[in-house]
């Protein structure tokens, strides 16, 4: 039998397309149509050998977060203390105001801006530099005028922090 560079685990379901998919701790799952043959699906592994590579690297790189439920909701207290204060600060400055400001537990979105203008924050955005909480801030902020990431969204983002580039680096 064929041993593939990179073990992986197979998921079949009523799918129409193959997709690869980089789990935490680096392993590969690759979600399959019913009736694929192994054969294909090792193929379709090796072929994407660079993208797995460069995945893996990346996800082993991200920052673990703590799941230990204390130390999530003293995360999630440290939030509630610092976040409304520096969107209080950004707000005026940048004259857009939220409707409400929510903390989450999401993990892989450290902000988000819904169209109905509530800004949500991750509690994990506390694990990083100061720098970089506000970036997140101002980033959500201007969403509330630029529901995108185009050019327009960008240069008020750095109108307010025109080092906003070096500070997306250390998320």
């Given at each position: 039998?064929?041993q593939s560079?990179f073990?992986?685990t197979?998921?079949?379901?009523?799918?129409?397309?193959l997709?690869?998919?980089?789990?935490p701790?680096?392993?590969?799952?690759v979600?399959?149509?019913l009736?694929?043959p192994e054969?294909?699906?090792?193929n379709?592994?090796?072929?994407?050998k660079?993208?797995?590579e460069?995945?893996?690297?990346?996800?082993?790189?991200?920052?673990?977060?703590?799941?230990?439920?204390?130390a999530?909701r003293?995360?999630?207290?440290?939030?509630?203390?610092?976040?409304p204060?520096k969107?209080?600060?950004y707000?005026k400055?940048?004259?857009?105001?939220p409707?409400?400001?929510?903390i989450?537990?999401?993990?892989?979105?450290?902000g988000?801006c819904?169209?109905?203008?509530?800004?949500c924050?991750?509690?994990y955005?506390?694990?990083?530099?100061?720098?970089?909480i506000?970036?997140?801030?101002?980033?959500?902020?201007?969403?509330l005028?630029?529901m995108?990431?185009?050019?327009?969204?960008?240069?008020?983002?750095?109108?307010?922090?025109p080092?906003?580039k070096?500070r997306?680096?250390?998320?």
């Amino acid at each position: 039998m064929f041993q593939s560079a990179f073990p992986y685990t197979v998921e079949y379901s009523m799918r129409r397309t193959l997709t690869l998919q980089v789990l935490p701790g680096g392993k590969l799952l690759v979600k399959a149509p019913l009736s694929t043959p192994e054969k294909y699906i090792q193929n379709f592994v090796e072929s994407k050998k660079k993208w797995i590579e460069n995945s893996k690297k990346k996800m082993l790189s991200r920052k673990q977060f703590p799941e230990d439920p204390e130390a999530v909701r003293s995360l999630t207290e440290k939030a509630k203390e610092i976040l409304p204060a520096k969107v209080a600060f950004y707000s005026k400055n940048m004259d857009m105001y939220p409707k409400r400001i929510r903390i989450g537990r999401a993990k892989t979105v450290l902000g988000s801006c819904s169209s109905k203008g509530t800004i949500c924050f991750s509690c994990y955005l506390m694990l990083y530099p100061d720098e970089a909480i506000d970036y997140v801030v101002v980033h959500e902020l201007a969403h509330l005028r630029y529901m995108n990431h185009q050019k327009n969204f960008y240069n008020l983002v750095a109108s307010v922090l025109p080092d906003f580039k070096e500070r997306k680096k250390l998320l």
